[in-house]
């Protein structure tokens, strides 16, 4: 068993090492007991990223993640899941909400690795507060602690 973490970044230079980014994505992981996984991290463009959410889930511009839980075939088959992260979109939230650009990344990278797990959070307001968000932060400091961040 294996966690597998695969990162790109087409036409731009990935915001977050390839290293760093399955470190976040395996310490995430394994603070929710997986240790069998499957997760491609892709960062986009703008462009891209608007184009993937009007595609997909039919809202206009770009969005800083979108996350797709792919269904596990078997029972015992590996959690599998694709995180797309906007770099544009997260500075700009970054910038927002004072905190670096650099723990933003982070942030969204474990955001996005929850998602993969099934976890969900409520829109608005509330999702700051939600168990997802507290678990997010929850793995976030730990990913301090360890130098990810």
């Not at 790109?8 to 230079?13: D, F, K, N, T, V």
């Not at 997760?39 to 993937?52: D, E, I, K, N, P």
């Not at 839980?69 to 939230?93: F, H, K, Q, T």
Request: hydrophobic share 50%; aromatic share 4%; net charge positive.
């Amino acid at each position: 068993m294996a966690i597998v973490v695969e990162t790109s970044a087409p036409r731009m230079r990935a915001p977050l090492s390839a290293a760093r980014v399955a470190g976040l994505v395996r310490l995430a992981m394994e603070t929710r007991g997986v240790d069998d996984a499957i997760v491609s991290v892709t960062f986009l463009s703008a462009r891209a990223m608007a184009t993937l959410n009007r595609a997909q889930l039919g809202h206009p511009g770009a969005t800083d993640i979108i996350t797709f839980e792919l269904s596990r075939p078997v029972a015992d088959a590996p959690v599998m899941g694709d995180v797309y992260i906007c770099p544009d979109v997260a500075r700009a939230n970054a910038k927002a909400w004072k905190v670096p650009v650099r723990e933003e990344m982070a942030r969204l990278v474990i955001h996005g690795t929850l998602h993969t797990l099934g976890l969900e959070h409520p829109d608005g307001d509330a999702r700051v507060r939600s168990p997802m968000w507290r678990a997010q932060e929850s793995v976030l400091r730990v990913a301090r602690r360890r130098g990810l961040v």
